[in-house]
Each structure stands twice: as C-alpha cells, then as structure tokens.
C-alpha cells in the first residue's frame, strides 16, 4: 500500500506570508530612516509585521501533513511529536457529535489503548488535552444527567489500569479523558480537521476502508 498523505492547512501559507512581513518591515525600516518623527500608523504598521513574521513561522513550523495511512495504521503528525494507530487497535473512525451536531474533528473508536499510551510521547500528550480541553469540558457537561458532576469528572486519579499496564503521570490523565470523551461522544482518540463536513466523512469512510482491506490481507 502506497502511503496516503493529507495535507494540513495550518501549514499552507507560511513562507509566503514570512516573506511578505519581512520584505514589508524591510521597506518601512528604510522609510523610517528618512521620517522625523514616527506616526502612530507607521508604529502600527511595523508591529502588525512583526506579529505577521511570528505567524509565518508559526505555519512554516507546522508539520506539511497531519495525517498519513500506510502499512502500519494512522499516522497523526503535530508540531510537538506523532502517534501511530495500528489499524488493529480501533475499530473505525467517524465525525464525532454533541447535541446531534457534528465537530470538527474525526475520531476514533480504540479496541487497545495501551499501543497508544505506550508510545504517545508525553509533551504532545499534554499539548493536545491543553488544545482539545473545551471538547473535553463540554462533553463532560452534556453527560452530566443532573448538571452537577462536573467537578468530580474532570478531578482525575493519579493512575489508570488497562487490561494488562497500570500508567501514572500524564499517560493517566490523558487515559482518563480518553474514557470520558468514549462516555460522551463514542470515540476516544480526536484530530482536529478544517475540512468541510462532507470532505471530512468521506475522509473517515477512506480510513475506515483502507482499514478494512489491511486486515483482511494481513488476516488471509
């Protein structure tokens, strides 16, 4: 199987938007030489290129792609680290809903969270519940049946057990949100996509095909 790369669109952009900032501020330093005194526009317009280097940076240091399919499973790429997904370790991906509306993320549903636990390394952990933390408060919320036990859910143990490893620390924690968001929304494992809602299912239905075909040829 050929690998299959989507690309990010936090990536695109990046050099063209760098050195346009930095050919402007170029200009306006040059400009500023010839100035007497220095207007609250010209200040202005520096600043905004400065903030337009810093984002142009930003998207070059972004991963070109944040997702690959190939032989071994689903390859999430992100600026701090990746994970793998065995295609043996979940059972499908879908667009996972709150309040019967879609998000914008595609997710998976896990058969063995250990081959994620053990892998996943720990500052990307921690990244990624810090960026999907408003998910997590809200599917929190919503399964709430009273409105009142919120505090408790998001109050986790120092430790968690799978079938056959117990994990402390942030492999924990980012366990127990795994299981809450499962409670919540039926999937564990998200990515955040800024595709359009038919583009992202039929992402998931690609996903979900190629995982069946890898089985099946690795089960025959």
Same mark, same amino acid.
């Given at each position: 199987m050929q690998p299959v790369q989507i690309q990010s669109s936090a990536s695109k952009g990046g050099a063209k938007l760098l050195l346009f900032s930095a050919g402007?501020?170029?200009? &306006?330093?040059?400009?500023g030489i010839g100035l007497e005194q220095l207007s609250w526009?010209? &200040?202005l317009l520096i600043v905004a290129c400065v903030l337009g280097v810093f984002a142009g940076w930003a998207k070059l240091a972004e991963p070109k792609?944040?997702?690959q399919l190939d032989d071994e499973g689903v390859r999430f790429y992100h600026r701090l680290g990746s994970w793998l997904l065995p295609w043996q370790s979940f059972l499908y991906s879908g667009v996972p809903q709150l309040n019967q509306i879609n998000m914008a993320f595609i997710a998976f549903k896990l058969t063995d969270y250990d081959v994620l636990l053990q892998h996943i390394p720990r500052r990307l952990a921690v990244k990624l519940m810090t960026e999907? @933390?408003?998910?997590?408060?809200?599917? !929190? @919320? &919503?399964?709430?049946?009273?409105?009142?036990? /919120?505090t408790e859910l998001l109050s986790e143990k120092d430790y968690f057990d799978t079938a056959t490893q117990r994990y402390h620390?942030?492999? /924990? /924690?980012f366990a127990w949100r795994m299981q809450r968001l499962a409670e919540a929304t039926g999937f564990e494992v998200f !990515?955040? !996509?800024?595709?359009g809602d038919?583009?992202?299912?039929? &992402?998931? @239905?690609q996903i979900n095909q190629y995982r069946l075909q890898l089985i099946r040829n690795t089960v025959t």
């Open positions: 402007a501020m170029l200009l &306006l330093s040059i400009i526009w010209y &200040l792609y944040f997702l999907q @933390r408003p998910l997590y408060i809200e599917a !929190v @919320r &919503l399964g709430c049946a009273t409105g009142q036990c /919120a620390g942030i492999a /924990a /924690a !990515v955040p !996509v800024s595709l038919a583009e992202t299912q039929q &992402l998931c @239905r």
